[in-house]
């Protein structure tokens, strides 16, 4: 059984647990179901879809599976406008006209007998002044694991060009030939569903809904990943913050601001928490004023209590 990997070609985690066991060695404590659905993505070789609310793993999943099988990662970071060419590549004008430059340069000196321009042309669309963004590296550096983060802010213009590069795993250049992964990239796709994703991309890819985790999980992973907070604190901001879920509040609060209320409560000396510190520290863990208000008029004891 494998536990965790630092080559490129790793024996592959051979089932759900043993990858569930790898992504613990490297922090990263999934539940069964996760596991499973990351599990299959490897073995089946088809994208992760993972959606759920802010905080709750996506993003960090796909760094741990990077690390699991000893792949680099290349991160897209989608946002509003994102077009084809900042996902896949771009020729790098500055270094081209400097080359052109110094082609000319060399031929006034009388280096070069005769200037070429069709060759010279040709010169400029070379793999060296191309700057690859990270669906062409993750493709070039194959195998690798391909993060597609919060895919539900980019356009539906744009969902329809990765469904095509999601497809066949490749990407033709004009000027260089087509490029193809020798291995299908692990893909890992998020989104906090802002917007719906179409059924067509959903179609390609396993799907995974990542819920908050439950209380013992909770507790495992502030202990994993704060080994300085007592087991005390964990469990009490574990309580809080899972109270703090039940509340509909405009943002509740995910494992990030979990993690952030332990560190500011043990950065304080706390050793366990009580109403005060609660409501002193509830910045930590609420962004929203309207939350805070909202939980600052309840009594201490119903937001501490089981
Ligand atoms: N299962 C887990 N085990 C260990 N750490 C976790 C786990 N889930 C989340 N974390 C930690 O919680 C923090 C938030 O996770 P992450 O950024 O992946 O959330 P996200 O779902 O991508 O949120 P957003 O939607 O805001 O991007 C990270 O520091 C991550 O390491
Ligand atoms: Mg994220």
């Given at each position: 059984?494998l536990q965790?990997?630092?080559?490129?070609?790793?024996?592959?985690?051979?089932?759900?647990?043993?990858?569930?066991?790898?992504?613990?060695?490297?922090?990263?404590?999934?539940?069964?179901?996760?596991?499973?659905?990351?599990?299959?993505?490897?073995?089946?070789?088809?994208?992760?879809?993972?959606?759920?609310?802010?905080?709750?793993?996506?993003?960090?999943?796909?760094?741990?599976?990077?690390?699991?099988?000893?792949?680099?990662?290349?991160?897209?970071?989608?946002?509003?406008?994102?077009?084809?060419?900042?996902?896949?590549?771009?020729?790098?004008?500055?270094?081209?006209?400097?080359?052109?430059?110094?082609?000319?340069?060399?031929?006034?000196?009388?280096?070069?007998?005769?200037?070429?321009?069709?060759?010279?042309?040709?010169?400029?669309?070379?793999?060296?002044?191309?700057?690859?963004?990270?669906?062409?590296?993750?493709?070039?550096?194959?195998?690798?694991?391909?993060?597609?983060?919060?895919?539900?802010?980019?356009?539906?213009?744009?969902?329809?060009?990765?469904?095509?590069?999601?497809?066949?795993?490749?990407?033709?250049?004009?000027?260089?030939?087509?490029?193809?992964?020798?291995?299908?990239?692990?893909?890992?796709?998020?989104?906090?569903?802002?917007?719906?994703?179409?059924?067509?991309?959903?179609?390609?890819?396993?799907?995974?809904?990542?819920?908050?985790?439950?209380?013992?999980?909770?507790?495992?992973?502030?202990?994993?990943?704060?080994?300085?907070?007592?087991?005390?604190?964990?469990?009490?901001?574990?309580?809080?913050?899972?109270?703090?879920?039940?509340?509909?509040?405009?943002k509740p609060?995910?494992?990030?601001?979990?993690?952030?209320?332990?560190?500011?409560?043990?950065?304080?000396?706390?050793?366990?928490?009580?109403?005060d510190l609660?409501?002193?520290?509830?910045?930590?863990?609420?962004?929203?004023?309207?939350?805070?208000?909202?939980?600052?008029?309840?009594?201490?004891?119903?937001?501490?209590?089981?």
């Amino acid at each position: 059984m494998l536990q965790r990997v630092s080559e490129r070609t790793p024996t592959l985690p051979t089932d759900p647990p043993a990858l569930a066991a790898a992504l613990e060695a490297t922090g990263y404590l999934p539940d069964e179901g996760l596991a499973t659905a990351a599990y299959l993505a490897l073995a089946m070789h088809r994208p992760l879809f993972l959606e759920g609310e802010a905080g709750v793993g996506k993003t960090a999943l796909a760094h741990a599976m990077a690390e699991v099988t000893g792949r680099p990662i290349y991160r897209l970071q989608c946002y509003e406008g994102l077009e084809a060419s900042q996902a896949l590549y771009d020729w790098d004008f500055g270094r081209q006209l400097l080359h052109l430059r110094a082609a000319e340069a060399a031929h006034a000196a009388g280096a070069a007998e005769e200037l070429d321009t069709e060759k010279l042309e040709a010169s400029l669309y070379d793999r060296r002044f191309l700057l690859a963004r990270p669906l062409l590296q993750a493709l070039e550096d194959s195998p690798s694991v391909l993060l597609v983060d919060e895919i539900d802010r980019a356009d539906d213009e744009f969902e329809a060009f990765l469904l095509e590069v999601l497809s066949d795993f490749t990407i033709s250049i004009p000027e260089l030939g087509t490029v193809r992964a020798t291995t299908p990239p692990l893909v890992v796709l998020t989104s906090n569903r802002t917007r719906e994703v179409h059924d067509a991309l959903k179609r390609r890819c396993l799907y995974h809904w990542l819920q908050h985790p439950d209380f013992d999980r909770e507790v495992a992973i502030l202990r994993r990943r704060l080994p300085e907070v007592t087991e005390q604190l964990a469990r009490e901001v574990a309580r809080a913050t899972a109270n703090l879920r039940r509340l509909d509040l405009l943002k509740p609060p995910g494992i990030a601001e979990a993690m952030d209320w332990a560190t500011a409560l043990h950065t304080l000396g706390a050793r366990h928490l009580d109403p005060d510190l609660a409501a002193r520290t509830l910045g930590a863990v609420l962004k929203y004023r309207e939350d805070t208000d909202r939980v600052q008029a309840m009594a201490g004891g119903a937001l501490l209590g089981e």
